[in-house]
């Protein structure tokens, strides 16, 4: 185990399990740092899945729908060059990408970026700069993001390493997605927030048909768990990021997830507070053992080399 971390920005510019590309890691050298290309690479070999028939045309099969379970980058990479051997920085045509989603794109910029020792972390939370076909007005649609920080602002800065040129036609984006607007894109913590104070109604937030004050409470556990560097797959659960529509939540987990929602949108300054309240409840951490809820069915998953107590 390695010694306590104890800035955020000496934290979030090493690798975790989930990002740690392991025996691959050759492949990340000489890839950019900057953001712009390093979106470029990344969507030069992963594709969001859902946007793999109405933009290319393309029928999944069965073995390209299973890489949407890679959870680590180390895999992911290796699926990668299994496809195509080529450097990493070589686009590959759409059928020859990894069939993945947002929190992939994300996770994979992320592990670019802690490469080249860049602050760096994944979000889940809310977008709302989709405008394409299946968009509903005023909705906002689950989505991942990388976060980095940018030192000559000192600030974090949100981008969004899905949208490309064809995603963006398709989608009628218009923000920067190199550094997205807060109001655009809201941290499932602020969600939280809005709905607890009744300034936005928990209907608004989710994907197709699953919404409500339970979707953004498990976004908002999972994305503790993301800034302590444990960024599972969407539909992972655990604790508190396991509840389902017709659940009820006690006062005193309610409690609990006003101040995880504080913390995950805090300053860099709760860095501490915010570590230890995830380490040191078990309705937060990450178990060694998960259920996901697979497109077949609920698997129960048994996370990589002791990841959930891993403290780096």
Known sequence: ?????????????HQG???????????????????????????????????????????????????????????????????????????????????????DLAVLSCAILRHHATPARVRRGFATYFHGPSARPGFYADHWLCEYWKADEQRWVLFDS????????????????????????????????????????????????????????????????????IELLCWDGWGLADREPEDNVSAEDTALLDRVAALTVADNSAFLDMQSLYRNDIRLRVPDVIRSYTRTGVRKVTLNEGLASLHI
Not at 33 to 38: A, C, H, P, R
Not at 61 to 84: H, P
């Open 17 to 103: 399990q989930i990002t740690n590309p392991e025996q691959y890691a050759e492949l990340l050298e000489g890839l950019p740092s900057e953001i712009s290309t390093v979106c470029q690479v990344v969507q030069g070999l992963l594709m969001h899945f859902g946007f793999a028939q109405p933009l290319y045309g393309l029928e999944l099969s069965e073995e390209k729908k299973e890489e949407r379970e890679l959870r680590y980058v180390s895999k992911m990479l290796a699926r990668i060059q299994e496809l195509d051997e080529r450097p990493l920085s070589v686009p590959r045509p759409p059928e020859k990408r990894l069939m993945g989603n947002c929190r």
């Open 162 to 229: 899905e949208v490309g040129k064809d995603d963006r036609e398709y989608c009628e984006v218009t923000i920067d997605t190199y550094d997205v607007p807060r109001d655009q894109f809201l941290i499932a913590g602020q969600a939280w927030q809005l709905c607890r104070a009744g300034q936005a109604d928990p209907k608004n937030f989710g994907f197709k048909d699953e919404y409500g004050e339970w979707f953004i409470q498990d976004s908002l556990v999972q994305d503790l768990a993301a800034l302590n560097k």
């Open 1 to 13: 185990m390695s010694k306590s971390i104890t800035s955020p920005l000496d934290y979030y510019a």
